[in-house]
């Protein structure tokens, strides 16, 4: 049973294309993440959210907007696709105690084309 | 601004030996930090974590060190096996402000 699951796993799209990328954990945890890792591999927070509330927004175009149905579930949608947005996102959660860390997705690759 | 830097972005080890990944940081709020692993299409996996109150914190062949007067942190594994080998990240957190900020990873390959 999947802790952190995102779909879809690969997301090949033409520029201006609108997408979405989804995101549900398990854990019961409270905070969840986005982080978007670029062709350097560069691992670069974009979102955080606690129980539904946005927390951290990383300097992210408007064109990137998440949304947190429940706290289980962090989508991200993202509007007019352009070629710079070809990455790897991940979703993670963590619970309150930093012991533990974040446990992270298996990310989605999107090539925008 | 790279606030955590991995400065070698690879390392090739003999299985058997003992595998160092260091990892160097600017930000002096930074009072937590973690290794994470990674292999080829899968997420960061959690491996080992170190607060700022200790030097050393120990997991079975896994060991971090931290040096906070020097900003340094280096995770250390021994005996290295085959399936170590992966990309390792480092990352660190301050109290508060709920993320991790991530070096940009070292790739360890361990040789038979």
């Known amino acids: 049973d999947t802790a952190v699951s995102q779909t879809p796993k690969y997301l090949v799209t033409q520029m201006g294309n609108d997408k979405s990328i989804k995101c549900e954990q398990n854990l019961g945890h409270d905070t969840m993440y986005w982080y978007k890792q670029d062709s350097k591999k560069f691992l670069k927070i974009m979102f955080s959210?606690?129980?539904?509330?946005?927390?951290i927004n990383e300097t992210v175009p408007n064109r990137f907007s998440p949304k947190s149905p429940d706290k289980a579930h962090l989508n991200l949608h993202i509007n007019s696709l352009e070629l710079g947005d070809s990455a790897v996102y991940f979703c993670?959660?963590?619970?309150?105690?930093?012991?533990?860390?974040?446990?992270f997705g298996s990310g989605t690759r999107l090539t925008v084309v | 601004d790279q606030q955590v830097k991995q400065n070698s972005p690879s390392l090739s080890v003999q299985e058997g030996r003992i595998s160092i990944l260091n990892c160097d940081y600017t930000n002096s709020m930074f009072d937590y930090f973690l290794w994470y692993k990674k292999y080829p299409a899968e997420g960061p996996t959690f491996l080992i974590s170190i607060s700022s109150i200790k030097d050393k914190n120990e997991d079975g062949r896994f060991t971090v060190f931290l040096n906070k007067s020097a900003k340094h942190l280096s995770l250390h594994i021994v005996p290295s096996q085959p399936g170590d080998s992966a990309v390792y990240f480092c990352?660190?957190?301050?109290?508060?402000?709920?993320?991790?900020?991530f070096g940009q990873g070292t790739r360890l390959t361990i040789n038979p």
């Open positions: 959210y606690n129980n539904k509330e946005l927390i």
């Open positions: 993670a959660s963590s619970p309150p105690d930093r012991d533990y860390g974040y446990t």
């Open positions: 990352a660190a957190s301050s109290r508060g402000a709920q993320k991790l900020v």
